[in-house]
């Protein structure tokens, strides 16, 4: 989120996923969130698509979705 690249944060988030025998995401749930409510929306946005090979039955996964700042200008250490 940009208002979290603006303030130099960075975090995580663990999603669990139900999966269904077609392999598409039909229920996700945030298990986890470091700092708590901060990258939420994006995770659940960026695991909504997933797709997976299909299968006999319907499975839960969790993802965990790393939120890390690669640019200099904007990471943890310019943070004063």
């Given at each position: 989120?940009?208002?979290?690249?603006?303030?130099?944060?960075?975090?995580?988030?663990?999603?669990?996923?139900?999966?269904?025998?077609?392999?598409?995401?039909?229920?996700?749930?945030?298990?986890?969130?470091?700092?708590?409510?901060?990258?939420?929306?994006?995770?659940?946005?960026?695991?909504?698509?997933?797709?997976?090979?299909?299968?006999?039955?319907?499975?839960?996964i969790d993802q965990v979705?790393?939120?890390?700042?690669?640019?200099?200008?904007?990471?943890?250490?310019?943070?004063?």
């Amino acid at each position: 989120p940009k208002d979290a690249l603006a303030q130099g944060q960075e975090g995580q988030v663990r999603v669990r996923l139900t999966v269904s025998p077609a392999g598409k995401v039909i229920h996700q749930e945030v298990i986890e969130s470091k700092p708590p409510g901060i990258f939420d929306y994006s995770a659940l946005k960026a695991t909504k698509g997933y797709v997976f090979p299909p299968g006999e039955e319907e499975f839960e996964i969790d993802q965990v979705i790393r939120y890390v700042i690669e640019d200099e200008r904007f990471g943890p250490e310019m943070q004063g």
